[in-house]
């Protein structure tokens, strides 16, 4: 889904670009004060995850393929607000260096692919918890749901910069971008469980959506 | 410590993705450049790139013959990098709350 230099315009790319901004300042003025030294690991381990597993594009219906973006997992494992910080690195790395997305829709690619899902999941999963009982499945299956989620999320916020940058109609590519990523969104939520699976088997205080009933609040 | 060791079996796995996995990846157009492509907007995308110094272009490792080795070497460079700037990232934010006010 990384937007190249040309599909949108001026004032969508430098608003989309400072809305991204202000977001990671939020994001790092926030780590300073809370994150963990046991974090520091986890930050490098869910971006190095993240870019290699965008790699991997998989095939879905009709001769398109879709890949992996990680701002879910990386809300659920991280913390909302970091996993921002995680896309947008991840993302600047693959804007410089391999020329995947833009420089100057670099912010509109965090936006989509990092804000939305990272915020978005990580709050919608704290919500849908609540009605849900306090076991690894049904956290695991709100995870799924939100994954699928922050990709159709992504999409549609795609489509609609699109359309407001006069590229195309929204009636055109809203239908397109989301029956497409809805199939997407799939791999999503099944690549999402499975590493939040191993990691709560292995080290559940590692995941920061994880409620830890034994400690005090 | 037991965290940097699910951090380095998670790296490894990331590496041997990106290594044996990545040039096996599908070619197919992703969602978006198939949206682009079949409501004909993707010519709007194919002007000079604003940003024309990237190293590795299409994460094709330079200076690399065989195309699926050129993306091993990108996957395996990316991996790492992003490893490096993710910890060093974290490491100077925790760092910096030490530090006298």
Redesign the interface.
């Known amino acids: 889904m990384h937007i190249p230099d040309g599909f949108l315009s001026g004032p969508i790319n430098g608003a989309l670009a400072c809305a991204s901004v202000a977001v990671c300042g939020v994001a790092t003025w926030r780590a300073r004060a809370t994150l963990g030294e046991k974090q520091v690991p986890m930050l490098g381990m869910a971006g190095a995850f993240i870019f290699a597993v965008q790699m991997l594009n998989f095939p879905v219906a009709g001769g398109t393929s879709g890949h992996f973006l990680g701002a879910a997992m990386a809300a659920l494992l991280l913390g909302p607000l970091n996993a921002c910080l995680v896309m947008a690195l991840v993302l600047a790395v693959q804007c410089f260096l391999f020329a995947d997305g833009g420089m100057t829709a670099l912010g509109a690619n965090v936006f989509n692919m990092g804000v939305v899902g990272a915020l978005c999941g990580g709050i919608l999963h704290r919500v849908i918890r609540t009605v849900l009982p306090r076991t690894r499945g049904a956290f695991l299956g709100a995870a799924f749901v939100v994954s699928w989620l922050s990709v159709v999320g992504g999409a549609a916020a795609c489509a609609f910069e699109l359309a407001f940058s006069g590229t195309v109609p929204l009636k055109v590519v809203l239908p397109a971008m989301l029956g497409v990523h809805a199939i997407i969104g799939l791999g999503e939520g099944l690549i999402t469980c499975a590493v939040l699976a191993v990691v709560l088997g292995a080290r559940p205080d590692l995941v920061v959506a994880w409620p830890r009933a034994a400690e005090p609040a | 410590m037991?965290?940097?060791i699910?951090?380095?079996a998670?790296?490894a796995?990331?590496?041997a993705?990106?290594y044996f996995?990545?040039p096996h990846?599908?070619?197919?157009?992703?969602?978006?450049e198939?949206?682009?492509e079949?409501?004909?907007?993707l010519e709007?995308?194919?002007?000079?790139?604003?940003?024309k110094?990237?190293?590795?272009?299409?994460?094709k490792f330079p200076g690399v013959g065989d195309e699926k080795r050129a993306?091993s070497l990108?996957?395996i460079?990316?991996?790492?990098?992003?490893?490096?700037?993710?910890?060093?990232?974290?490491?100077v934010?925790?760092r910096?709350?030490a530090a006298p006010k």
């Not at chain 2, 990846?25 to 978006?32: C, I, N, T, Y």
């Not at chain 2, 079949?38 to 907007?41: E, H, I, R, S």
């Not at chain 2, 709007?44 to 940003?51: Q, R, V």
């Not at chain 2, 110094?53 to 994460?59: H, I, L, N």
Request: charged share 20%; proline share 6%.
């Open positions: 037991k965290t940097w699910l951090a380095g998670f790296l796995l990331s590496l993705l990106a996995v990545a990846a599908s070619e197919s157009p992703d969602g978006l198939k949206v682009a079949d409501k004909g907007f709007k995308g194919e002007g000079d790139p604003a940003w110094k990237s190293p590795a272009p299409d994460y993306t990108a996957g460079a990316g991996v790492a990098g992003v490893f490096v700037l993710g910890c060093g990232v974290a490491w934010l925790t910096r709350r």
